[in-house]
C-alpha cells in the first residue's frame, strides 16, 4: 500500500486532476478543499470509481487553527501522508495602484500562509520515516512576473523560495521538496482571461492541461524521482 497522499484546493482544476493521477497512482487521498462540497465530492466519487479510496477534509488553509486540527485528526490514522501537494491558491488580479489591501493579503495568505500551516505540522512525521514528497504549485507569473498580478506574482515567486530552502533543510532524511510551475491552464481560474490572446504569447499556441500538470506531480511523487529536488520544472509550451 502506497503513502496517503493530501492534495490542497483537491475540488476543481489542476487540484482535482492531481489527485486523480496519484489515485491512479495507487495513492490513497486526502482531498482539501475550503467550501466547495459539491465539487469535491465529485471528485471523491471519481476516485472511488477509479477503485481508489478518498476522504474529504474540508478547511481553509489560512486559518492555522482550523489547518492544525484537521491535520491532527488526519494524523490519528496509522497509514502516514507521504507526499503532500500544495495547490491552494486563489488570483485577485488589479493593477497594483488600484490593488486592494483585501487582495494583496487574501492571495499572499491563501498561498505563503497556507503553505506553512499545512506543511509544517507534515514535515517532521516525514523525516522520522526518512521519506516524504512534497510538491508544491507556483506559476510562471512567480518566475517571470505578469501585469496585474504583483500579488499573485509574489505569492508564488515567495513559495519558490521557501521551497528550495526547505529541500536543502530535508534532503538528507530523503524528503523532496520540488515546485511545478504551470503556465496558462485550461481551468475556472482563467474562464474570464482573453484566451486567443494568451494563445498568441505561447509557442505552442494553446492552454495547458489540467492532466498534464498532474502527469508531472504524479513523477514527481514517485520512487523514481526520489533525487529530484529543490527543482522548479516550468509546464508552459515553452512560454518562459
Same mark, same amino acid.
Given at each position: ?11 476543481? =482544476?489542476? =487540484? ?14 486526502? /482531498? ?23 476522504? /474529504? ?10 489547518? =492544525?486540527?484537521?491535520? =491532527? ?10 507526499? /503532500? ?112 490572446? /494568451? ?42
Amino acid at each position: 500500500m502506497k503513502d496517503r497522499a493530501l492534495v490542497t484546493g483537491a475540488s476543481r =482544476g489542476i =487540484g482535482a486532476a492531481i489527485a486523480v493521477a496519484l489515485a491512479e497512482a495507487g495513492h490513497p487521498l486526502i /482531498l482539501n478543499y475550503r467550501e466547495n462540497h459539491a465539487a469535491a465530492e465529485a471528485v471523491r466519487e471519481r476516485i472511488e470509481g477509479l477503485g481508489g479510496e478518498a476522504v /474529504l477534509s474540508p478547511f481553509d488553509v489560512r486559518d492555522a487553527e482550523a489547518t =492544525g486540527a484537521a491535520l =491532527g485528526a488526519l494524523l490519528e490514522d496509522p497509514r502516514p501522508i507521504g507526499v /503532500l501537494v500544495n495547490n491552494a491558491g486563489i488570483a485577485r488580479d488589479a493593477a497594483f495602484p488600484a490593488m486592494t489591501r483585501e487582495q494583496w493579503t487574501s492571495v499572499i495568505e491563501t498561498t505563503l500562509h497556507g503553505f506553512f500551516n499545512v506543511t509544517q505540522p507534515l514535515v517532521m512525521p516525514m523525516v522520522s520515516r526518512r521519506r516524504g514528497r512534497i510538491v508544491c504549485i507556483t506559476s510562471v507569473s512567480g518566475q517571470v512576473g505578469n501585469r496585474g498580478q504583483a500579488n499573485y506574482a509574489a505569492a508564488k515567486a515567495g513559495l519558490i523560495g521557501a521551497v528550495r530552502t526547505l529541500a536543502a533543510e530535508l534532503a538528507k532524511r530523503k524528503v523532496t521538496v520540488n515546485a511545478v510551475s504551470p503556465g496558462p491552464v485550461e481551468t475556472d481560474m482563467i474562464a474570464a482571461a482573453p484566451i486567443d490572446v /494568451l494563445k498568441k504569447v505561447i509557442p505552442m499556441r494553446r492552454l495547458g492541461r489540467p492532466e498534464e500538470v498532474a502527469a508531472l506531480v504524479r513523477f514527481l511523487a514517485s520512487d523514481e524521482a526520489g533525487y529530484i529536488t529543490g527543482q522548479v520544472i516550468g509546464i508552459n509550451g515553452g512560454l518562459a
